[in-house]
């Protein structure tokens, strides 16, 4: 058994250790094994209990049930790990993949967008997805009804890969089986949470991220004011990323996310060739070589007077990292060690965007 | 009879005197009447014929017309004149006019499209311009069929203004005389070709430069490409306008131009919010006092040397006169003069753009 894969899985299925945690623990301690050992120290110095740790043996036991399922672990930072996700603050520590991995060395492009889509637009995602595959691009989608479905439909032969919210070995949508288990022969199946997991309304957020954050750019086709497309879109516009939205007419009101994307900034795409003229210079960075993008603060060992000054500097309202660095006067490496510490003592929320706050008791 | 206004119309109906050509005689010389007087004079320094002015009694008779129509000139540079409008370089010298001048004083917006536009459209169209009207903007358009009609008939009571391409005694297309007289009544329809000119289709893109060139902002509905709704479009942005377009899907080949025009920059708009927050910083610029806004360089008396020099830097190949101004080292006053001498001519033909290029022999 893969030791390093297990204390990996340990600290990922940790409760109260997310993604964030993950990486600079995994930074700091040099291995994920170094890192289990540091943190029940870590919480005790940030003024709480120490997390309960996953279990050796759970951990074993959910490899062995991935390997029966014929799937396996794309670890962070390693081999065929998807690069430009690699790129965010949260990327997942790992991810469960079933299907053609070959598909992970091509440029990746996002179709998305309302689950109860008109015709019309299903027809169109089609079109575009198979257009964007005769171009040598790979489809993301995230196995939904409507446009995802069309996406995934007009890619297979070219291929795409489908981002599920719940366990790799979960159907949902239920009428979406046969063309998950179809992407499992053709293309390829992502999936963050473990075998088993019924995907929940929290968990599509997660999947989003993924969605957005291996694609060189994402496409909205048709999509509801405040709906989950435009949180996709959102997130690529956070990770740097290309937001594309194909337009509709205003009397329209599912076309109503897609125009005011536009309008916000969004580049209106008509076409493939509309998609491909967007992505073609990020092509170099998709290219590039894994790790050679983010530039992260070295931690420091912990230091009382700065976990104190954070303590002090934190409140209920989430405010960015970088502003508690400068209102500390702290290094950034010290004030990050604070805040895993208190992170580690369950006594830290992260948010979107590189907020924190302090947890209420 | 108005003896100015005479001296101006004879000067814009002589065959040979665009309105660049016009405006920069009348600066030069101060007044239509010195400019008349001028005239062959130039036109012989420059090595051509003197054009053939048009006579004092043909003036006289249009005049005496128009008066019977129970329409009026307007006069660039002079009074209700619309303001905007003035700040082109090729501005009408004069307007002919029916219906309410008060419209002149509103900020106004143009909304044009496709004369075969589907009806969901045109549906569209007239709301936007009766919610414009309702935040106090005129609609202005071209009294075509389609869009224009449709955007019309929406402001019809809080104020439209129609352009035509014709004369102010023509209806065209036939369909449109209800709507033009209507319009005569309540709203104003303005003519820069003498009454009784049947539109060609040279005339049209003459017309669009006045719909684009009075608006704050063009809002374009459903246009082909390469429809005269773009050209409208185009001049708008060439005159520092603001450039909206309503999109449309995709797979509606009616809407091409309009999404094409957004990729291009233009501003998507699904309202007539999204109209006036656009407009809103244009506010100022409309009540500018007039003349306020165009630095010309005042023209030098001919000098032989100079119209030399400006013959051999000029080919068949339309040029910017900025350039020929770089590259003869004279004054720009002298050349724009050495240019007007060479235009009244019959020797320099005038592009868009601020280009020129001598004519063929």
Do not use: W
């Amino acid at each position: 058994m893969n030791e390093d894969l297990v204390d990996r899985l340990r600290l990922v299925r940790s409760p109260g250790i997310g993604p964030v945690t993950f990486r600079q623990l995994v930074r700091r301690f040099g291995s994920a094994a170094a890192a289990l050992e540091a943190v029940p120290d870590l919480a005790r110095r940030g003024g709480g209990k120490p997390p309960r740790l996953c279990e050796r043996a759970e951990a074993e036991r959910e490899i062995a049930g991935v390997e029966k399922l014929g799937a396996r672990y794309l670890t962070l930072g390693q081999g065929l790990y998807p690069r430009l996700l690699g790129e965010l603050e949260d990327a997942p520590p790992l991810l469960i993949a079933t299907g053609n991995l070959n598909l992970l060395d091509r440029m990746a492009v996002a179709i998305v967008g309302a689950r109860n889509a008109s015709a019309a637009a299903c027809r169109f995602a089609r079109g575009l997805a198979h257009d964007l595959g005769q171009l040598d691009l790979v489809v993301v989608s995230g196995l939904a009804r409507g446009i995802d479905s069309a996406a995934h439909d007009g890619a297979i032969e070219s291929g795409t890969v489908g981002v599920i919210a719940g366990g790799i070995d979960i159907f949902y949508p239920p009428e979406n089986e046969q063309r998950q288990r179809a992407m499992f022969e053709r293309g390829l199946v992502l999936a963050e949470m473990p075998p088993g997991t019924e995907p929940r309304a929290r968990h599509f957020p997660y999947r989003n991220r993924i969605i957005a954050g291996m694609s060189a750019g994402t496409v909205v086709v048709e999509a509801a004011p405040r709906s989950g497309s435009l949180i996709t879109a959102r997130l690529a516009a956070e990770a740097g990323r290309e937001v594309m939205a194909v337009p509709g007419s205003p009397l329209d009101p599912r076309a109503q996310g897609c125009n005011q994307l536009i309008r916000d900034g969004a580049t209106l795409v008509q076409s493939a060739s509309d998609v491909i003229e967007e992505l073609r210079p990020m092509e170099a960075r998709v290219r590039s070589a894994p790790g050679s993008y983010r530039a992260e603060p070295e931690l420091v060992n912990g230091d009382e007077n700065v976990l104190g000054l954070i303590e002090e500097l934190l409140g209920p309202s989430p405010v960015p990292v970088d502003e508690i660095i400068r209102l500390s006067g702290a290094s950034s490496g010290a004030v990050q060690m604070a805040l895993l510490e208190l992170d580690l003592a369950g006594r830290l929320d992260r948010h979107a965007g590189g907020k924190v706050s302090l947890r209420a008791a």
